[in-house]
Structure formats: structure tokens, C-alpha cells
Nanobody, 123 residues
Framework: QVQLVESGGGLVQAGGSLRLSCVASGRTFSRYAMGWFRQAPGKAREFVAAISWNGGGTYYADSVKGRFTVSRDNAKNTVYLQMNSLNPEDTAVYYC????????????????WGQGTQVTVSS
């Protein structure tokens, strides 16, 4: 397993941008597929984006396609989520996730979760 810590959340106006970061504590980061999930108050957790171990494959929820970009820097043990054209429906706690099996990241059945970072988008 790997320990994950998210950062970069905050308050932004509709149409604005934020970049989230997730730093892994272990030295085996490059072996892990990574993902981002979010959960709004009173709602279920939902998939946002995922990236394969080598960065060659990226996958997005329909709600964020064309607006969000997931990337990784294995030398820095870090995965990023660039969020553009934000709207109030994007308001949620965003969680970083990791697993050695990519399919588990896609469905949220992962071995490691971060603590979450709050993203709030004002109208």
C-alpha cells in the first residue's frame, strides 16, 4: 500500500480553475494506477478521473471530460488533477486513490485513499 496526501483545494468562482496534487509517501509510486473521486455533502462518492501506471492511459467521467486533466510525475511521487471551467456542481471533497490494479481504481475498490481536499465553486 501507499500513503496519499491531497492538497490544492479551495474556493473558486464559476468558470475558474484549480489544480489538485496528491503526494505518495512510498517509493513504489510508479507501480500504482491512480484515480480521483469526489463526494458532495449528502451524496455518494463518484469517480472523476484515473491514470495508468505509466501515464499512457487516462479516463474521465462524462461530467468532467474536456474540462479536467489528470497527469502524474513519478519522479516526484505526485499525481495532479487540473480542473478548468469549474461550475458549482463540481463542489465536493476530492479524494486521491491508488491501487496496483487499474480496474480497481476505475470502480473505486482501491487499497489506498487520501484524506480529501475541499473544492468549493461559487455561482
Amino acid at each position: 500500500q501507499v500513503q496519499l496526501v491531497e492538497s490544492g483545494g479551495g474556493l473558486v468562482q464559476a468558470g475558474g480553475s484549480l489544480r489538485l496534487s496528491c503526494v505518495a509517501s512510498g517509493r513504489t509510486f510508479s507501480r500504482y494506477a491512480m484515480g480521483w473521486f469526489r463526494q458532495a455533502p449528502g451524496k455518494a462518492r463518484e469517480f472523476v478521473a484515473a491514470i495508468s501506471w505509466n501515464g499512457g492511459g487516462t479516463y474521465y467521467a462524462d461530467s468532467v471530460k474536456g474540462r479536467f486533466t489528470v497527469s502524474r510525475d513519478n519522479a516526484k511521487n505526485t499525481v495532479y488533477l487540473q480542473m478548468n471551467s469549474l461550475n458549482p456542481e463540481d463542489t465536493a471533497v476530492y479524494y486521491c486513490a491508488a491501487d496496483l490494479v487499474f480496474s480497481r481504481v476505475q470502480i473505486g475498490a482501491v487499497g489506498s485513499w487520501g484524506q480529501g481536499t475541499q473544492v468549493t465553486v461559487s455561482s
